[in-house]
T-cell receptor, first 115, second 114 residues
């Protein structure tokens, strides 16, 4: 069975500062990795995903994430955050077991950007 | 193209009642997944339907059921509601397969059980 751990439930940061949101996963098979963002009263929007190839993945809104297989991590980073980045961020994994789609999500990290 | 549409947006029920939530996927998308989101548990997978067949199921009791129609619209039903069923229920439609697949989420139905 796969699992995802987001170590920080809340991350406060000042505007224009860098930020890293941590994600670790556990799985016995190969996985796809995702980061989603959820703004208040909205559904989830895909930020980026890792399928294979280059371990550094660039997404929308200036976010990027690095896949580290040895540490089973997929941390999300942004060099300079904006007030509009305030939202909840979810890391997710999907096992490559054939047909069907089942995402396992972490419990989320609330990013609060302050002036 | 219209996005994933979930109705109703908000719902208030009492314990013991049953509820039906609706999800209309993006036109052309044949896969619909349902997730339950609560502050304590985060997002948990309920089930996935593809071409009217349930293809995957999460670890939820039998009170939670779903179905998909020939036009890909999906409904989720929860019977004998419990207080703990209060949550945001998200629906997602899927396009493509494998490395090309993309999930698109609706805004959810906020269910409150009193």
């Amino acid at each position: 069975a796969q699992s995802v751990t987001q170590l920080d439930s809340q991350v406060p940061v000042f505007e224009e500062a860098p930020v890293e949101l941590r994600c670790n996963y556990s799985s016995s098979v190969s996985v796809y990795l995702f980061w989603y963002v959820q703004y208040p009263n909205q559904g989830l929007q895909l930020l980026l995903k890792y399928l294979s190839g280059s371990t550094l993945v660039k997404g929308i809104n200036g976010f990027e994430a690095e896949f580290n297989k040895s540490q089973t991590s997929f941390h999300l980073r942004k060099p300079s955050v904006h007030i509009s980045d305030t939202a909840e961020y979810f890391c997710a994994v999907s096992e490559l077991t054939g047909g069907g789609n089942k995402l396992t999500f972490g419990t989320g990290t609330q990013l609060k950007v302050e002036l | 193209k219209a996005g994933v549409t979930q109705t109703p947006r908000y719902l208030i029920k009492t314990r013991g009642q049953q509820v039906t939530l609706s999800c209309s996927p993006i036109s052309g998308h044949r896969s619909v997944s349902w997730y339950q989101q609560t502050p304590g548990q985060g997002l948990q997978f309920l089930f996935e339907y593809f071409s009217e067949t349930q293809r995957n199921k999460g670890n939820f009791p039998g009170r939670f059921s779903g179905r998909q129609f020939s036009n890909s619209r999906s409904e989720m039903n929860v019977s004998t509601l419990e207080l703990g069923d209060s949550a945001l229920y998200l629906c997602a439609s899927r396009y493509g397969q494998g490395s090309n697949e993309k999930l698109f989420f609706g805004s959810g139905t906020q269910l409150s059980v009193l």
